[in-house]
């Protein structure tokens, strides 16, 4: 077995994620082969050592935060095998940005796209099933990945294909999962490929995936509508949903629907020109281009559409070439790094939710947000009615109210036939909200399956939930 790093210097870099849960580990171990991996593995599952499978700590939950035992980075695993015109091959610790541009310049496309692509890797993705703005169109990673390559939790290794049964001596996890974009818990499992989506690192170590691809756009144009009142743009949400989801390639057809609210244009107006006085909300869009089509076409008929719905038509944005998309990158740049200066300022973390609700519900969920009493600013991915509401508090007592807050705010998303996580997972930080949104013998289900496959308990030990 490869040499554990013990150096305290060293472990250092690998016990905190984005979430800032610090945590302990008493050895690193970086594998190169699937080999080694195994050989870790079963080492701790006989041993009864704690493993937590780390990446680049993207992680907005705790998932690869450890708590003991040891830790097992994927960041070696970094090769990528084939890509063809179908599909890429690829091990998981490749950076899932880059994966993504070598099949883009090859002419195909890999669609899910989390913000934090370029520092994510591609196992990484599959662990949490990630997402992203394009998500509206194409879903997230679940849908995407044909084959993994998976060392289970007791050094066994495994290869699973699309339409592979699962195990018929594994429990089965089947339950009535929300309707709407979801990361939280074990997914029903329409077969053993859909396990290990969205399974956090606690079923498995996914070490190589196959991953499917389908056309690249020619083109894409991207457009930033402005609007005075937030009924007239969620009119607008829902006129240009409907038209793509009955028509995915028609001329009104965005692939991404993203919103931002008053507090955002604030923050991007003081800091870029381009936002009218008089603008209280926003919609940044995406619409594809198809090979041999006229991107005019596009453009007229966006045209006519936000004229029609009565936003700011003059005032609107459509990134047809280098400058109008040096002046979008710009407006939305100007976001992330006024609410990122607010942090540094105020001496105290961010807290962003995760949730998702049906489609009748996003009207009254967004009520609930904007009557957030700690200083806040709401965008996200509203195509999935899927908003990351960011609380921005300046004293412990605020960040008391906004963790109560989120927690308030996870139980309606809960009882209005949503979830408490659509992208980022459950991690160690959410556990009560799953229980919350799944209960006691859903719960009971998942610890039946890891426990199974996992006897000793070894792997991602709280994560999801509670329990050795």
Not at 62 to 69: D, H, K, L, M, Y
Not at 99 to 109: F, P
Not at 117 to 124: I, K, S
Not at 353 to 380: K, N, Q
Request: charged share 20%.
């Amino acid at each position: 077995m490869i040499e554990p790093v013990t150096d305290p210097e060293v472990l250092e870099g690998y016990l905190v994620d984005a979430s800032n849960l610090h945590g302990h580990a008493d050895a690193l171990l970086r594998p190169s082969t699937t080999a080694e991996v195994a050989e870790i593995v079963a080492h701790c599952q006989t041993q009864g050592i704690p493993l937590t499978v780390t990446a680049a700590r993207t992680s907005t939950t705790g998932s690869p935060v450890p708590f003991g035992g040891w830790l097992l980075s994927t960041e070696r695993l970094d090769r990528v095998i084939a890509i063809d015109h179908d599909t890429a091959e690829a091990e998981a610790g490749v950076l899932l940005g880059a994966l993504q541009d070598r099949i883009e310049h090859a002419g195909r496309l890999f669609p899910p796209d989390p913000t934090s692509r370029y520092d994510c890797t591609l196992g990484a993705a599959i662990a949490c099933n990630a997402s992203g703005a394009r998500s509206f169109k194409y879903g997230a990673t679940r849908g995407w990945i044909e084959a993994v390559e998976v060392v289970l939790p007791t050094g066994e290794v495994r290869t699973f294909r699309r339409g592979d049964p699962v195990p018929a001596e594994w429990p089965a996890v089947d339950w009535p999962a929300p309707g709407v974009k979801t990361a939280a818990g074990y997914g029903p499992a329409h077969d053993a490929v859909d396990l290990f989506l969205g399974m956090e690192g606690t079923l498995g170590i996914v070490t190589r995936a196959v991953c499917r691809l389908t056309d690249k756009p020619a083109d894409v144009l991207a457009l930033l509508v402005f609007f005075e009142d937030r009924d007239t743009c969620l009119d607008a949400v829902s006129a240009w949903r409907a038209l793509a989801r009955a028509d995915g390639s028609g001329a009104v057809s965005p692939r991404a629907i993203e919103y931002f609210d008053a507090a955002c244009l604030a923050l991007a107006r003081a800091r870029a020109d381009g936002v009218p006085d008089t603008a209280r909300h926003a919609l940044f869009l995406e619409q594809e281009v198809a090979e041999g089509a006229d991107p005019d076409v596009h453009v007229e008929a966006w045209y006519e559409a936000i004229v029609a719905v009565g936003a700011l038509a003059d005032d609107t944005v459509i990134a047809m070439d280098d400058a109008s998309r040096q002046q979008l990158h710009a407006l939305r740049h100007a976001i992330p790094a006024g609410i990122n200066e607010r942090v540094v300022r105020n001496g105290m973390p961010k807290l962003g939710t995760d949730l998702a609700v049906p489609d009748d519900a996003l009207a009254a969920m967004m009520d609930r947000y904007e009557a957030t009493a700690i200083e806040h600013v709401l965008f996200g991915h509203i195509g999935d009615n899927h908003l990351h509401l960011n609380m921005l508090p300046t004293t412990d007592a605020e960040l008391a109210q906004a963790k109560a807050w989120y927690d308030a705010l996870a139980k309606a998303a809960i009882a209005a036939g949503g979830t408490v996580s659509a992208e980022h997972g459950i991690g160690k930080l959410k556990r009560h909200q799953l229980q919350w949104m799944v209960g006691d013998a859903v719960l009971d289900r998942f610890k039946a399956l890891k426990r199974h496959l996992d006897p000793a308990w070894i792997l991602g030990r709280g994560t999801l939930f509670e329990g050795s």
